[in-house]
């Protein structure tokens, strides 16, 4: 997918649009790096549902003999298009963009057949121009919703099921393709509860171990205070050597402490929100917007965006920094922060439409930039920075998708 990012000239609220996606090239890669271990039930721990949904998937296309299906989760906020979660049956070229299949497709002359359960004939579909399934076998679609059991008027996906004959499905095939539905939706919100509750778990663990890090402190301390007698009674007596000593190990001592506490503070006691990182930068984005006369606009086009701790205390830090730098020094009128998934790499970007300027380069009293790039390299990621005079700010985030293996090591 070839896309380019025009440079953008501030202007009004009432005029001003984003002309098109910003392009992403992924950096060679390291094959010995890059290694990740095939998703299988042996290997994959539970919260991972994505080796259950396939069988269940394949089950239920053998059952009711559909060739292909695919799960939507719509990503967060609500409203958002359902992105592709799952699928079986279709061939890798079809799959390789999620735009590809297209969700409108599903919905051309779409009826309904049953209880929430529709039927697409894509007979009439092909004279659509657009239409992306004119060269393939499907003659015809059956859709149904993915509700939340808890709160039914809450869709949270899609299930589409795709056939080689037209389809006037049976009782049977209703209360199947019915059931299922039910049991995704109850799964998925099961997972979703579970993720928040493990979360939560760690940010507790997390703040106990921060407590009890800064206690470890007052060792420490005590150790600097005795010295600082040491070093008053050395200054009455005139012994110069030992005056130099003892205030050579105060500073030492102070420089540990200082380090100690601004990085593992910082790093265990977080901000996280314990619903995860697509709530949390929903939240940072509503306050950005209650806080400053801009325009934010917030794009997940990410379904699943489930990462370890440690990555979503970075990426939100990284992001909260970006949009500060935005609200202070840009005088931008819009803004956009978007979240994609594309060759295997998370990439977060954050652009304005502002007077640019901004480099790396590190101004005294002001390192966010070099802290946002450290951030990153902790995650293995990188930032990539395009900033002209008059022409807006771009500021992308990029890492590998972690192995499917990370939640092994984050049990």
């Not at 002309?19 to 539970?46: G, V």
């Amino acid at each position: 997918m070839s896309k380019k990012t025009n440079s953008i000239n501030k202007t009004t609220l009432a005029d001003f649009s984003w002309t098109k996606d910003s392009a992403f090239t992924p950096p060679a890669k390291n094959e010995a790096a890059t290694d990740r271990q095939t998703i299988t039930p042996e290997n994959t721990k539970p919260g991972d549902l994505s080796p259950i949904l396939d069988k269940f998937l394949a089950t239920l296309l053998h059952t009711i003999n559909a060739s292909a299906g695919i799960i939507r989760i719509s990503p967060p906020p609500h409203g958002q298009t359902p992105q592709i979660f799952r699928s079986a049956g279709f061939p890798a070229d079809l799959l390789e963009e999620e735009d590809t299949i297209n969700i409108q497709c599903e919905s051309f002359a779409k009826k309904a057949i049953g209880h929430e359960l529709f039927s697409t004939n894509l007979d009439e579909c092909r004279t659509h121009p657009k239409c992306n399934y004119r060269d393939c076998q499907v003659q015809s679609i059956i859709s149904a919703p993915l509700k939340n059991p808890g709160a039914p008027d809450n869709q949270i996906g899609t299930l589409a099921l795709f056939f080689d004959t037209p389809q006037e499905p049976t009782e049977s095939i209703s209360k199947t393709i019915h059931e299922f539905t039910n049991l995704l939706g109850s799964m998925v919100e099961y997972n979703k509860s579970c993720s928040e509750a493990k979360r939560t778990d760690l940010i507790a663990e997390r703040h106990s171990i921060a407590n009890e890090i800064h206690d470890s402190l007052a060792q420490t301390l005590a150790y600097t205070r005795m010295r600082t007698s040491l070093l008053l009674e050395s200054i009455r007596t005139g012994n110069e050597l030992m005056v130099t000593k003892y205030a050579h190990d105060i500073d030492e001592a102070l420089e540990i402490s200082q380090k100690t506490v601004r990085e593992l503070i910082t790093d265990f006691r977080c901000a996280m929100d314990p619903s995860g990182l697509p709530h949390a930068l929903q939240t940072l984005t509503q306050q950005f917007c209650q806080r400053n006369d801009i325009e934010l606009e917030y794009i997940n086009r990410v379904a699943h965006l489930e990462l370890p701790l440690e990555y979503e205390i970075q990426i939100y830090h990284i992001v909260q920094e970006a949009l500060a730098n935005i609200a202070a020094h840009s005088d931008a009128t819009h803004a956009r922060l978007t979240v994609d998934l594309r060759s295997d790499y998370f990439i977060f970007t954050v652009e304005d439409n502002g007077k640019g300027g901004c480099t790396f380069t590190p101004v005294e009293g002001h390192y966010g930039m070099l802290i946002m790039r450290e951030r990153a390299q902790r995650i293995g990621g990188e930032i990539k920075l395009e900033s002209s005079k008059g022409f807006g700010t771009h500021l992308q985030l990029y890492f590998p998708q972690p192995g499917s293996n990370w939640r092994l090591a984050n049990e």
